[in-house]
């Protein structure tokens, strides 16, 4: 096992100071880092991706380095100089509204990066899930085709958005000759076909330059305050005055009127793939997503939109929410697995109790590399080979975050607090990063200054604790 000191991001929409749960688990885990009450804290990386990479807490080396160094299942008998891993575990806080965005597959971010590797700096795909620490709410897939119908039919400013009779009326009359709305068959031929009409419809709506979305946005939040809610319940409505706080006139004020709205409570868990439509609103969750900062956007920023890439890379299906979670296994008594239909990754949450049975507190024996952090508690943690040859012995506490190498026994031997802790892993290799181009994102603010520099893939630096500054 190897201690690692990683990344905090400092995006605008993070929780302020001790308000943010990234910056006391943060601080709790390195010790020189000291929390700014006026600054945000959004985001703990825990990996090797480029833009945040873990260290080795006892030597200058990134994490990437140490496991091309050190033969193991990663290296592939091959002379790279970085090894990476093929997700980032995250923990964020969020205090209001992200982008409204989507990733995109590995074929799809092949083809955006070679055509443009400023905004997409590598190849792979970002498949994403999201576990509850506190209440949690997201945007997360269109609606099921039935909720979609009955907004348009309840908010004549949705309609004008998404095109009017033109488009707008195609789609509502493919989703009323479906049938069975509440149980729909997704491989009718009407289901097909209003996937296409919504597509028409998004499209329509995400022409660039309206000049009707500020009387649009003006209109809907009238028909709100005049009691009209569709399939809305109050707390979207909520969701949607508070976008109109944040983000004035911007187009994603209308998307939770055709995305899911999803409230997961704490030890909920959901996931989604390449090509679904989300947003992240509040809360604060352990995140795991591939190793890749692809991200194409719709709306709800300054950054660069590339309204084409979007349009052509959604799915356009229409999905109830519970579709999206991700129900835990039972793995031993202190162990519960969530795995998505992923390779990228797998979650373990881990809990030991003072009184947990030695049983219990052995870790299940992975085949691959592992991060660990510990977010609760206090105890001792004993390595040993497969043949149970001790490696050493560990103090661990709140804020710790571990690099657990293939196959290594890991078991709690005693626990003087209640621990809690997640551990992300995966049997893939990891994507090659060593020629990607590290860039501000290209954003829709004139004043922002764009540089191009080539990543020293190489390069070791201290092992201090690293906050990253980036707009949002």
Not at 195 to 212: G, H, I, Q, T, W
Not at 223 to 252: C, H, Q, W, Y
Not at 270 to 284: D, F, K, R, V
Not at 368 to 396: D, F, H, M, R
Request: proline fraction near 6%; charge should be negative.
């Amino acid at each position: 096992m190897e201690q690692l000191q990683c990344h905090v991001k400092q995006y605008a929409w993070g929780k302020y100071g001790e308000q943010s749960e990234v910056a006391r688990l943060f601080a709790d885990g390195h010790t020189n880092f000291k929390i700014d009450e006026k600054t945000p804290y959004a985001e703990l990386w825990m990996g090797t991706h480029p833009d945040g990479p873990a260290q080795l807490k006892k030597c200058s080396t990134r994490l990437s380095t140490y496991l091309a160094k050190n033969p193991s299942i990663l290296t592939n008998n091959n002379s790279a100089k970085n090894i990476h891993l093929p997700f980032i575990m995250k923990v964020m806080s969020i205090r209001t509204t992200l982008s409204l965005q989507v990733h995109p597959t590995k074929e799809q971010a092949r083809r955006l990066h070679e055509l443009d590797p400023i905004n997409y700096p590598d190849r792979n795909h970002k498949p994403e899930l999201a576990y509850a620490l506190t209440q949690f709410e997201l945007l997360c897939g269109f609606r099921p085709a039935r909720e979609i119908l009955k907004n348009l039919q309840t908010f004549p400013s949705l309609r004008l958005l998404f095109g009017g009779d033109k488009y707008s009326k195609p789609l509502e009359n493919c989703i009323s000759q479906m049938k069975h709305l509440d149980t729909v068959n997704q491989d009718s031929p009407e289901y097909q076909n209003s996937r296409k009409y919504l597509e028409a419809c998004f499209r329509f709506m995400m022409v660039p330059n309206r000049s009707d979305v500020n009387d649009l946005v003006s209109q809907l939040l009238s028909e709100l305050a005049n009691g009209l809610r569709g399939s809305l319940e109050e707390g979207t409505v909520e969701v949607i005055r508070k976008m109109s706080v944040d983000f004035p006139n911007d187009i994603g004020i209308f998307s939770p009127l055709f995305l899911n709205h999803m409230i997961l409570q704490p030890g909920e868990c959901c996931y989604y793939a390449a090509e679904e439509l989300h947003a992240y609103l509040s809360g604060e969750c352990v995140e795991c997503v591939g190793c890749s900062n692809n991200t194409i956007r719709a709306a709800m920023t300054p950054k660069y939109i590339d309204r084409d890439a979007l349009c052509s890379v959604l799915n356009y299906k229409m999905t109830e929410p519970a579709d999206y979670l991700v129900k835990e296994r039972s793995v031993n008594g202190c162990v519960d697995e969530y795995a998505p239909d992923c390779k990228d990754f797998q979650l373990h949450r881990i809990r030991v109790e003072t009184n947990s049975t030695e049983q219990d507190m052995m870790m299940p024996t992975l085949e691959c590399p592992s991060i660990l952090v510990i977010v609760k508690g206090k105890g001792t943690i004993e390595e040993a080979t497969t043949e149970n040859q001790l490696i050493g012995q560990y103090e661990v506490k709140r804020g710790d975050i571990f690099y657990i190498p293939p196959k290594h026994n890991i078991r709690f031997t005693e626990c003087s607090e209640d621990i809690e802790g997640y551990r992300t892993f995966s049997d893939e290799i990891g994507p090659d990063h060593d020629t990607r181009l590290v860039t501000p994102v290209q954003c829709n603010v004139p004043t922002i200054n764009e540089k191009m520099f080539k990543l020293d893939a190489d390069m070791e630096e201290e092992p201090t604790a690293v906050v990253n500054v980036q707009i949002l």
